[in-house]
């Protein structure tokens, strides 16, 4: 299996196809362009019938093994079962297997409509993330190990992409995370999750800023190529081709563990904000799940709800992204969409380019096939399966409430946004899953307005933020944060 980027072809690339374990520790592709498969590997109903009953890990092996074709099989089988355990994805609820890693919850079923819950948020730091990220700091580690080389990680977080980077790679060899943070501005349960690690290889940096000063420095410091080679800095973000196909994996155990034949329908609800989650919906079905829809969520910044109903891609300026109580959605630019758009142009390299170049010059593109637009490639969206909505604050209080009361279970804000947007889409015959991104006690402040009393925490979290924290706070002053990672890396 090799990768090229959505920007340049095989043929006329300055860069020559790559292996998976090439573009393993790397973001974007030097073209600036996302890495793709040449071709998405397809699977077969006799291998769906086979991975039916398989525990995650092997499943994950079997779709692994499809795209990380240079490491060995024996190495791959290992790493998904290292990863892939009731422990690490032991957080699920009551009435639910740990063992199924991603458990599913029937919440409705009458007049051949059924709607379903599957948990990804049981793992390690309540969300999602975890599901990809947990893999990544394994491979990292083989890898690593392999060279023996070293990798520091360097990004910046309002919340969960921060926590679940440093809950995978905490006492990893050869790996250091050094993360920023805007100073108090975290809830308290997030700080807590990661200043109370105490690992030496974790890094908390606290800025003395807002979270967009924090992205400022990384991109500050990324753009030093000198430093960024002498430190080895690396990135862990959702652009990461590992994290996606990781994210498959679930797309295929929830349909399998949905359904009892090949020939049933089954569509998702994705609750999106930087297209990583679906667009792994959207490989999966590429590879010939029998997905139905892919019903993409939004909450107020519906940049993506926008396109899939328009044609039309409008990015959003940082004073027009809105702070929601779906924080993890608020997005005004969705890094994976990419990968989606270089499919729907009929994998046009030089479309993709010009279209990509226009959102930073323009701020977007419009395929609606108007005149004077970039295309009329909307009408194709249909073929991908791909429907949205959007979702309120409003509807999020309403939807955990109706939820609690109708299904007797505390969902968190994300979820609520899928779960609001499901239900506009259900259809007789087709199962509506919906993919469950965080634990309702990683964001209690909207629970507590929803329901008038807090969200359960899982077993481990009641006292986390009593435990001691380490972090350091410094300003947003990136010579100073250079002299930081230099002298913490020895390098
Ligand atoms: C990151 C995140 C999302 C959005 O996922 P994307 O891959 O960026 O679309 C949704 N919900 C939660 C809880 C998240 O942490």
């Not at 793709?36 to 525990?55: I, S």
């Amino acid at each position: 299996m090799q990768y090229v980027s959505t920007r340049a072809n095989g043929a006329t690339a300055s860069q020559s196809p790559q292996q998976f374990s090439d573009i393993l520790l790397g973001g974007l592709a030097p073209d600036g362009g996302l890495y793709l498969p040449t071709e998405y590997p397809q699977v077969t109903g006799a291998e769906l019938d086979a991975w039916r009953k398989l525990p995650y890990a092997d499943l994950a092996f079997e779709i692994l093994k499809k795209f990380a074709t240079d490491i060995p099989e024996a190495d791959l089988k290992a790493l998904a079962h290292k990863t892939y355990t009731a422990d690490v994805y032991r957080n699920a609820r009551a009435g639910e297997s740990a063992a199924d890693i991603t458990p599913l919850r029937v919440l409705e079923e009458g007049n051949g409509k059924k709607l379903v819950l599957q948990a990804l948020s049981n793992g390690p730091t309540l969300a999602f993330k975890d599901m990809a990220m947990q893999l990544l700091g394994n491979l990292f580690e083989y890898a690593l190990a392999k060279k023996d080389a070293q990798l520091n990680i360097f990004g910046a977080t309002s919340g969960d992409t921060g926590s679940a980077a440093e809950y995978a790679m905490r006492g990893k060899k050869g790996i250091k995370v050094f993360m920023l943070s805007p100073h108090k501005k975290m809830s308290a349960f997030q700080t807590a999750q990661m200043f109370s690690l105490q690992d030496p290889n974790i890094f908390n940096i606290a800025v003395e800023g807002v979270f967009d000063d924090c992205q400022d420095m990384v991109k500050a410091v990324s753009n030093d190529l000198p430093f960024k080679a002498k430190q080895k800095i690396g990135t862990v973000n959702s652009i990461n081709w590992a994290r996606v196909v990781a994210q498959v994996v679930y797309y295929f155990r929830g349909y399998l563990a949905a359904t009892t034949s090949n020939d049933e329908k089954v569509s998702f609800t994705v609750p999106s904000g930087n297209f990583g989650n679906i667009c792994a919906g959207h490989i999966a079905r590429m590879m010939g799940l029998p997905i139905d829809k892919l019903v993409v969520a939004t909450n107020e910044n519906d940049v993506l709800d926008e396109f899939f109903r328009t044609g039309v891609y409008r990015t959003r300026k940082s004073a027009e992204t809105y702070h929601t109580s779906s924080p993890s959605m608020d997005i005004s630019k969705a890094s994976n969409f990419e990968r989606f758009i270089f499919d729907l142009v009929g994998r046009d390299s030089e479309r993709t380019r010009a279209l990509f170049t226009k959102v930073d010059t323009h701020g977007g593109f419009d395929l609606s096939g108007y005149p004077g637009g970039d295309g009329d490639e909307f009408h194709k969206v249909k073929e991908y399966g791909f429907k949205s909505g959007k979702s309120t604050h409003e509807d999020r209080l309403a939807t955990i409430r109706d939820v609690a009361d109708d299904y007797g279970i505390v969902i968190d804000t994300h979820t609520a946004d899928g779960i609001k947007v499901a239900k506009e889409n259900l259809e007789p015959g087709v199962t509506m899953i919906v993919l469950e991104t965080a634990l309702a006690a990683k964001f209690n402040e909207t629970i507590l307005e929803a329901l008038g009393h807090d969200a359960e925490r899982p077993a481990g979290f009641e006292n986390i933020e009593a435990l001691p924290q380490r972090f350091v706070v410094m300003p947003a002053d990136v010579d100073k944060m250079k002299d930081y990672i230099a002298s913490n890396t020895g390098l």
